[in-house]
């Protein structure tokens, strides 16, 4: 549950109030970028005397929330959770695209293509180094070696970094060489991995589970958050069903409910989320349409040749199309508040 | 497999051409509309000798073609079908919105909903007369009544109507009274209804079943296209999947995927896809944003007492703000050449 | 709901019962073979004075049921209904075996697959005259002259015959034929077929859709039970997920579900529902553990030369294997009494 | 591939033989274990000279294998891998009982249920020391201390413990306390936690992610085995459908199809599987048929006061009844030899 306090109380009546939930024995936690200011209670299984607390002055309102996801709930914190990162915002209202290869494979690859996003307007680049491969004789990414070259690319071209971390053992590492840290889907569920990044101050990438419900997706978001990093970029990559056309199916309708329910940005990748180059453009316009705060779009220089998922990377001369119809629906949205009706 | 003639053939090689294959024993059907002409060649587990006929000077190419699908396919038809009513046209690029009530209820609510409709611009209203339900004991429609109740609402208002037929059995009374035939989801493999709407002349809105496949959708439209009729209209309206946020599972992906494949228009139904008021504006627009040639949206003057689907249904106000955003998107779009790749 | 009647009532007094009933303008239906009666009371929206019925001296209580499933509900009937055919029920708790091909192809194919079940102890036949196909290109059954074939074999060898109706416009001569009259997945959500079918006198086998909730399946089950037909097999073929080693996936959880649901009984038709030959073995002997009150197998003399599905269809040699494990684990049931517990 | 020698070759051949390969460059496997060797030749993307390595004298045939999961299919070693385990193995085609609570919860509880399953005859029991949880506010284990009291119990009461490890930062902790470690469905794709528990020598209970198709799962394993631990016992436990009578839907189907593809021994995890107390007894029978080597019960002295999964719990005398039903049907089963036909 939320409590929601009145607005301009002053100072010493929030001091006694905290301390008479101190006193009855309450675990709580602040939302002190809002408007009002919000204080998360944590149940865990007490009996907490919501009556009495309500009838205090100071207390404008007792607000349900998620017992999952309370503080990456709406009712917790009202306005959108903006990232800032030098040269780009996140979940501003102004959608953004990260572009760049499933993986970094050398240094040819990757200066080549970080200086084509970058002229194609791109402030940020994707690329792996620590892959997660489903056999394991597949390439697994150069570790070490690729996070080298990505910092390369960075310093050559200006362009962000984000790239995956898959163990609690190489969080220190990934984040000394990356401005964002993706989660990757099959470590949505992984609680300490995630808990370890919730310790951090740095951006994460947190990538949908392929069969993740609401609860669990936003679950994972909180594991983060309750740790104190609430830097979290949500991403849609397509949930698995009986479809058998798309590699995944894109589930674009996650974009309005999260909105709705959550104030973190949240960015679709249909790169993942297809595995078909044909409908990549397509779905990417569908997604800003939708509402997404931003998209993912894997290019490689000679897709047939990509070292992984080579059928889903967009060509140079695709991306320069994809980015043509992107920027002019950018600047459509811009004029049109489109945001799901809060019911 | 198709065979794709030269063009400009005269008419009389031609006619020689087709003796030559009526002798071969084959049963084939024609693409007439086509640039050049088209012609679908059945299998039917017959060995046919493709290097001979390849060999004939009039054959241009033979075309590659679902075994299941292949008359809706874009290698037996290029352009897009075109579906003209009075009025208004689907397929033709400009997108189009279809709205109304999920079920006929009484003559005020179908009357009140239809000026509601025309007077936002639309063209064709949807509403049921006969209702599949999960319980025998809830409203089915009010049949027959339903119908002219339908049929007044035209008279009165000029809006075209598209409502639903359940049984082969009362295929020629709902022909009578509507100017578009609907197949719902559950209906999507009752072959014998397809069968006999393929031998009617009156446009169709094929909707697709909740686990349909692509060659299952595609499949049943060619039950219908290989018995004569092709003024078929597909429509997405949510996947059955392990989410449990939406009611269904919309599946935009498969918009631009049908684009590629076949020549016939597709529609989404963000409504039924969803089953969530507060997210059906952003998904039309996403909708449309993919690609798709029209939306479906249910309306009812007070939804909370309709008599199904109340969650679903958009209040008048809920769709003029709708319309409102997807007007000025329309507009957009028909600057834009918005497409899947072909590859 | 169900109004449970307390037992040995007199026939005045529940004559008088009934009539109160009557009077307050109720719609209702009495299960008359159960141990002590019970009413179901349908709502149809309207305001039910439950106390006051309740306070009557005839009625024991009043029980719960689900407004979609209330007649085919162990609260109205708590007996297993058991199908009484010629020489073999079904229900009872002594599970049995239905076997034959996908379809009839030709008078020698039949008569030889029914010498072949027969001599193996399988009473029941099951082969398709009308089939439901992807492609209307494939063959769709013999029709009535693979009706005729099927009443022939039944004949000659004394098995009885399952087959599938298609449309509401066949029942009847579907009916001439055959011993069970069969609703196929795609038909599961034909209502106008199962009330046609609610309507006659003849055992129905009503498979479950391939995306059917549970209340799905049993509201199918209510439409025919409504219109008075309560002989009923369910049967579990399958249903789709992600999964891509089965055709679909045997969802046997369904049958102790059901067992504690409804009285009616259940078949497990693992040839659909794996797709795959070398586990069918196993899911029979899986599907009798967990309770089903029996099997459907397809097999055909020539699997490799079946007109359709060969690669599900058991040989004469697997079919007897097969039947050996089968009989020997029904011995073993006999002596354990399998159920799920009641909670 | 795998390169299988003809039996009874001599060392020094053998020797031989291994020099060309390496002097060819190949990177490879020795399946030692299996009747005639067995040699897992990586590709490596490589040309691979498979024409002269056939030709050569010491080569029986070459066989095919996935390239995902080599070592773990059955042309890398034909007969069951059976774990040896002090008074009980798994695999050798008597199946075992492993149950316990979900999680440990403190000593009384744990040493109550430690001696209720052991005088069931049950020789594994499993418990819960780290427990992933949706949210970050649920009980997620005692950790150390839980794992202590697993100690404790075993020690008590003889029964051998297997527990979950989450993080590769816990796999020596974890090792150290258990005699089975166990890996949960939502790391089944943590890699690094995988290779991780290749490199330590005890034996692992890999559990199937809930959306894994049947390359990922034996993926998983292959990345396991090829880090040198091949003592692996998958296990199903349900996976994530559009179904909701049950949690999850147990896919028994993959037994039979694990059994012809691979020598791992495959246990069947009902109480997760379904999370429905009253079905356990029939899936657990269904499980057997189906032919796994064991199942996983859970089972608590009060279910209503578990902390986490209450309502899939047994009671005590539920699992009484459950397994004398199991020890009847184990007994059945040995005298029938079960398995899926290869085809």
């Given at each position: 549950?939320?409590?929601k306090?009145?607005?301009h109380t002053?100072?010493?009546?929030?001091?006694?109030?905290?301390?008479?939930?101190?006193?009855?024995?309450?675990?709580?936690?602040f939302?002190?970028n809002?408007?009002?200011e919000?204080?998360?209670?944590?149940?865990?299984g007490?009996?907490?005397?919501?009556?009495?607390?309500?009838?205090?002055?100071?207390v404008?309102?007792?607000?349900?929330?998620?017992?999952?996801?309370?503080?990456?709930?709406?009712?917790?914190?009202?306005?959108?959770t903006?990232?800032?990162?030098?040269?780009?915002?996140?979940?501003?209202?102004?959608?953004?695209?990260?572009?760049?290869?499933?993986?970094?494979?050398?240094?040819?690859?990757?200066l080549e293509?970080?200086?084509?996003v970058?002229?194609?307007?791109?402030?940020?680049?994707r690329?792996?180094?620590?892959k997660?491969r489903?056999?394991?004789?597949?390439?697994?990414?150069l570790?070490?070696?690729?996070?080298?070259?990505?910092?390369?690319?960075?310093?050559e071209?200006?362009?962000?970094?984000?790239?995956?971390?898959?163990?609690?053992?190489?969080?220190?590492?990934?984040?000394?060489?990356?401005?964002?840290?993706?989660?990757?889907?099959?470590?949505m569920?992984?609680?300490?991995?995630l808990?370890?990044?919730?310790?951090?101050?740095k951006?994460?990438?947190?990538?949908?589970?392929?069969?993740?419900?609401?609860e669990?997706f936003?679950?994972?978001?909180e594991?983060?958050?309750?740790?104190?990093?609430?830097?979290?970029?949500?991403?849609?990559?397509?949930?698995?069903?009986?479809?058998?056309?798309?590699?995944?199916t894109?589930?674009l309708?996650?974009?309005?409910?999260?909105k709705?329910?959550s104030?973190?940005?949240?960015?679709?990748?249909?790169?993942h989320?297809?595995?078909?180059?044909?409908?990549?453009?397509?779905?990417s316009?569908?997604?800003?349409?939708a509402?997404?705060?931003?998209?993912m779009?894997?290019?490689?220089?000679?897709?047939e040749?990509?070292w992984?998922?080579?059928?889903?990377?967009?060509s140079?001369?695709q991306?320069?199309h994809?980015?043509?119809?992107?920027?002019?629906?950018i600047?459509?949205?811009?004029?049109?508040?489109?945001?799901?009706?809060?019911?």
């Amino acid at each position: 549950m939320i409590i929601k306090l009145k607005p301009h109380t002053n100072p010493s009546d929030k001091y006694r109030f905290i301390e008479y939930l101190t006193d009855l024995g309450l675990e709580f936690h602040f939302s002190e970028n809002s408007e009002a200011e919000r204080i998360q209670v944590m149940a865990n299984g007490k009996n907490i005397p919501w009556k009495e607390i309500k009838s205090r002055p100071i207390v404008d309102e007792i607000l349900d929330s998620s017992n999952i996801y309370s503080m990456v709930h709406r009712n917790y914190k009202p306005e959108n959770t903006v990232i800032e990162l030098p040269g780009v915002t996140i979940g501003d209202g102004i959608p953004i695209v990260i572009a760049g290869p499933c993986a970094v494979e050398n240094e040819a690859q990757i200066l080549e293509i970080a200086h084509l996003v970058r002229n194609q307007g791109v402030k940020i680049m994707r690329g792996g180094a620590f892959k997660p491969r489903t056999s394991p004789y597949s390439f697994a990414g150069l570790e070490e070696k690729g996070l080298k070259l990505l910092a390369k690319a960075r310093q050559e071209t200006g362009v962000l970094i984000v790239t995956e971390v898959l163990d609690t053992r190489d969080v220190e590492l990934v984040a000394e060489y990356s401005d964002i840290m993706q989660i990757g889907s099959r470590n949505m569920q992984n609680y300490k991995l995630l808990k370890a990044l919730g310790r951090i101050d740095k951006p994460l990438l947190l990538k949908r589970g392929m069969s993740a419900r609401l609860e669990e997706f936003l679950g994972s978001a909180e594991h983060i958050m309750s740790e104190g990093n609430s830097q979290i970029i949500l991403c849609e990559r397509g949930i698995r069903t009986f479809v058998e056309y798309t590699r995944n199916t894109l589930d674009l309708n996650v974009v309005p409910v999260i909105k709705n329910e959550s104030h973190l940005p949240i960015i679709v990748d249909p790169s993942h989320g297809t595995g078909r180059r044909d409908i990549i453009e397509s779905m990417s316009l569908a997604a800003l349409a939708a509402g997404a705060d931003g998209i993912m779009i894997e290019v490689h220089p000679h897709p047939e040749k990509a070292w992984s998922d080579p059928e889903q990377a967009l060509s140079p001369d695709q991306f320069s199309h994809l980015m043509n119809h992107v920027n002019d629906f950018i600047e459509w949205r811009k004029t049109h508040a489109l945001s799901p009706t809060r019911l």
